[in-house]
């Protein structure tokens, strides 16, 4: 029997996930509900592409309100869980996964807050009720480091962490570097091309650099840490001539997450030597994992946007085959 699947935020990301199940991209789960922040629409026997076009507000059957009680009553199996990140509180999303994990129903998300916000709580509800909690989607985009991670470095160490995981502030610092424009400058273009927020300040201020390396470091390295344990600068400050000098010397001003061999996880401008394999530009991300026997590992890749789709179909697939549910499937 196929597992069903709630898609909770019909955002950027859910609408593109959402289509990809109800056609069928995943063997083995059936799409039988999304929900956005006025209501949802459930429908146990699979929603089809066709009702997806439009607004599912419009839909009949579609109920105004929070779709929690899916979860409570036993509705679905599997939340993919997509709605805004919120700081401080990681709210909703907080409870939606909580609700599903404590029923052992798997979870799949993307969205940092709650799980670099309450990562401890998550992961320890998650095994005692047996329920998977997958995030690829939270750091890098569409690049593998937490399954990484998890398939191909179990037989090594992960001793530090290095690395580009922003591609708003990339792209500004990018364009100071190269056009010579003021930070104002790249920030207001960046935002005209729809690469920075209106309210641009989490991605500015280093605050979600932070969430991304919190994440990294507790759940690739084993840490625990906690936001305030994050040292944060953001690159508001970073000024065009502080770029321009670097250039002269062959380096380029990056905002860099860090977590150090002892476990300090640092947030700030830095500069890195152009043939530094993490000095990428543009919104490209960059991360280096040090091993403990494998050396230097470095993963370049598109950190945010449809790249992303690629980690959360991923996590979906991987709950898929560990739930058995993938037999006959091709590709596997
Ligand atoms: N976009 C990316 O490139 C990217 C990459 C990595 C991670 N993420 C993370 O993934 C998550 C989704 O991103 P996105 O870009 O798809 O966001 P988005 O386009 O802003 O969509 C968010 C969706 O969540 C819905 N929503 C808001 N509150 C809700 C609630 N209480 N219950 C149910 N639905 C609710 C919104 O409803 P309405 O439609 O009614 O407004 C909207 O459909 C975010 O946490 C984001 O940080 C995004």
Sequence with gaps: MSLRALVNGY???????????????????????????????????????????????????????????????????????LTPTNLPTGEPALTHIKTAL??????????????????????????????????????????PLVSLRRFCLRGDEVLSIRGILNGTTNYILSRMHFEGLTFELALREAQNLGIAERDPTLDIEGYDTALKLLILANSVMGL???????????????????VSLAKEAGLAVKLIGSVSPDGHLTVAPRLVKLNDPICVHGTLNAVTFRLRTAGDLTLIGEGAGEPTVTSILNDVWEVVTVRGRLTGARGT
């Excluded at 950027?12 to 039988?32: E, H, M, N, W």
């Excluded at 052992?104 to 047996?130: C, Q």
């Excluded at 625990?224 to 502080?242: F, K, Q, Y």
């Design 102 to 143: 404590s029923r052992g129903i798997d979870v799949v998300t993307a969205n940092k807050a709650p799980i670099a916000l309450a990562y401890r709580e998550l992961t320890e509800l998650s095994r005692s009720t047996g329920a998977l909690l997958l995030f690829e989607g939270t750091v890098g985009g569409g690049i």
């Design 224 to 242: 625990n840490r906690r936001l305030e344990d994050v040292r944060i600068t953001g690159i508001s400050r970073v000024t065009a001539d502080a």
């Design 11 to 81: 955002g950027f990301l859910g609408r593109r996930v959402a289509r990809a199940l109800a056609s069928g991209k995943v063997p083995g789960v059936k799409l039988v509900a999304v929900a956005r922040s006025t209501g949802y629409i459930h429908r146990p026997g699979g929603l089809t592409l066709e009702e997806l076009e439009g607004d599912i507000a419009s839909l009949e059957g579609f109920v105004e309100g929070s779709p929690i009680s899916l979860l409570e009553d036993g509705k679905v199996d599997l939340l993919i869980e």
